[in-house]
């Protein structure tokens, strides 16, 4: 019998899903993950806007925007130069691991408008989606950017990843939250799927711990849209499973994420806002150890 050795966690960010809708979608990736696991509502927390920029920089860092100070999608601020991505910690803490970036928002991995928020920077695909910001342009994004995650998951050893796909919320800006919204959520799902395959794929993947965790940023309203304070734009959700991971999880957050990749490795988050999966009780507690902010 092999001897399970080598942990790996994978995060897929998956912009813009309101939680009502992705509950109407037929995502059999995401369903299999919330049965192995969990899958949750998450509250964004009242220190972010409902606006990817700021969330997007709490789970690559583990902070709020009152200390990494991402607070919309256009500018980068210089604050955000103290916060290393938990990828770039982990290789930090153990030089010999391997990681991955690949986004189809440029800001996510590049030097562009609010980015990198991954210091570590990553993978963009040749075109930005944003220039032509139609449901064409970033179909095609999103799957260069699963074709390329995909091939490098199954041929390398990654310690962490995160690959973030984007049409859904360009969808809901463009056409609202109806039956062409569900759609795109329903695609990214595939491409969920096919990350999943290739994990499954690996030649050594029976001596392989994977985690997987699924998140969104926050929600839209009705006729797209999102940055307000209704509950349809505050609800995003987090989906997890694998090593470490509790089945019985009641709250999590997004700046937990961090923590938790970390924790998969045995390495200590830091002065981060985040706790592991499990040890959050409500949904906007803090760390008891939150040293004074910076
Ligand atoms: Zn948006």
């Known amino acids: 019998m092999a ?5 790996h966690v994978l ?17 059999p990736a995401l369903d299999q993950i919330a049965r192995n696991g969990f899958l949750l509502p998450v509250h964004v927390h009242r220190k972010n806007a409902t ?3 700021p969330v ?6 583990g902070v709020y925007a009152d200390r990494h100070n991402v607070t919309g999608n256009r500018v980068h601020p210089l604050e955000l130069a103290a916060y290393q991505d938990f990828t770039a910690v982990l290789r930090a803490a153990r030089p010999e691991s391997r990681t991955m970036i690949a986004a189809s928002w440029f800001p996510v991995a590049a030097a562009t408008a609010c980015g990198p928020l991954f210091s570590s920077r990553g993978w963009v695909p040749e075109e930005d989606p944003e220039e032509a910001n139609d449901g064409g342009s970033w179909v095609s994004a999103d799957d260069a950017v699963a074709d390329y995650a995909a091939g490098r998951l199954e041929r390398e050893d990654l310690a962490a990843s995160f690959v973030y796909f984007g049409e859904a919320d360009v969808e809901a800006h463009n056409n609202g939250t109806g039956i062409g919204y569900i759609s795109a959520i329903q695609r990214c799902d595939s ?15 029976d001596a392989e711990f994977w985690t997987v965790i699924v998140v969104t940023d926050h929600g839209h309203v009705d006729a797209g849209g999102h940055g307000g304070e209704t509950e349809a734009e505050r609800t995003a959700w987090i989906a997890a499973c694998g ?11 997004h700046a937990d994420i961090f923590s938790q990749v970390l924790a998969t ?3 200590a988050a830091g002065d981060t806002d985040g706790l592991v999966f499990g040890a959050r009780r409500d949904p906007q507690e803090q760390p008891a150890t939150t040293a004074a902010p910076r």
């Open 11 to 27: 995060v897929v960010g998956i912009d813009g899903v309101r939680y009502d809708s992705l509950m109407s979608a037929a995502t």
């Open 265 to 267: 490795f045995g390495v």
């Open 243 to 253: 090593e470490r991971v509790p089945r019985d999880v009641v709250a999590v957050d």
């Open 3 to 7: 001897v399970k050795n080598e942990s």
């Open 51 to 53: 606006i990817s920029g």
């Open 191 to 205: 491409r969920l799927k096919r990350l999943l395959e290739a994990i499954e794929s690996r030649p050594r993947r």
């Open 56 to 61: 997007w920089a709490t789970v690559a860092t």
